[in-house]
């Protein structure tokens, strides 16, 4: 699929058909996540895919809505404190902005896989570090779910782009 238009298929999805996504297609998606840039390289993460039908459930419990329901697959972006860059003047922890980009080369590989996805941070931090038994440094910092769309395709609404970009 062409670049652009990756862009424009990635959109939130919140409804998927039971069929799963194959085993292939995943690892091609996590190849994508494996790729991404981190600051000085520190690679500070884990993905945990999630796709037994027991972990599922466990795992949705930390984010207790219906249409996660349908997803046959979740894939967990960890990220770990201790491992990622701290800036040396302010001491700023980059395990957000890593994490964040490695989440979003999940979710573009799935759309050209013609798969959905749609970003979740609005979990239970405490309840999915438990199910997933992960060490103190670590958090999970996004849930992807990937599926078909049992949806029909939205398109983006957002901001005008003169209201956003300026060139100086
Ligand atoms: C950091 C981040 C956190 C998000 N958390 C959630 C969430 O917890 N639940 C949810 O349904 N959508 C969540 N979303 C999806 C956004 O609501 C969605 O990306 C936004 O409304 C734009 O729509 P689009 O993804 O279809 O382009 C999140 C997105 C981002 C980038």
Not at 93 to 104: F, M, Q, R, T
Not at 111 to 122: D, T, V, Y
Request: with cysteine.
């Amino acid at each position: 699929m062409e670049f652009y238009e990756v862009v424009n298929r990635r959109t939130s999805v919140r409804r998927y058909k039971s069929e799963r996504p194959s085993r292939e297609q995943i690892e091609r998606i996590l190849e994508a996540a494996h790729q991404a840039p981190s600051a000085c390289n520190r690679q500070p993460w884990r993905f945990i895919v999630v796709e037994s039908g027991e972990m599922l459930a466990k795992v949705r419990k930390a984010y207790d809505r219906e249409w996660l329901t349908t997803a046959p697959v979740v894939i967990v972006a960890v990220g770990n404190h201790a491992e990622c860059w701290h800036r040396a003047a302010d001491g700023k922890d980059h395990c957000d902005v890593d994490l964040a980009i490695a989440a979003e080369h999940l979710a573009l590989a799935a759309a050209n896989e013609g798969l959905g996805s749609c970003w979740i941070c609005n979990f239970d931090r405490q309840q999915l570090s438990e199910i997933l038994s992960l060490t103190a440094d670590e958090e999970p910092i996004v849930m992807l779910p990937i599926g078909y769309a049992d949806e029909p395709l939205k398109p983006h609404t957002r901001k005008a782009a003169n209201e956003i970009i300026s060139f100086v």
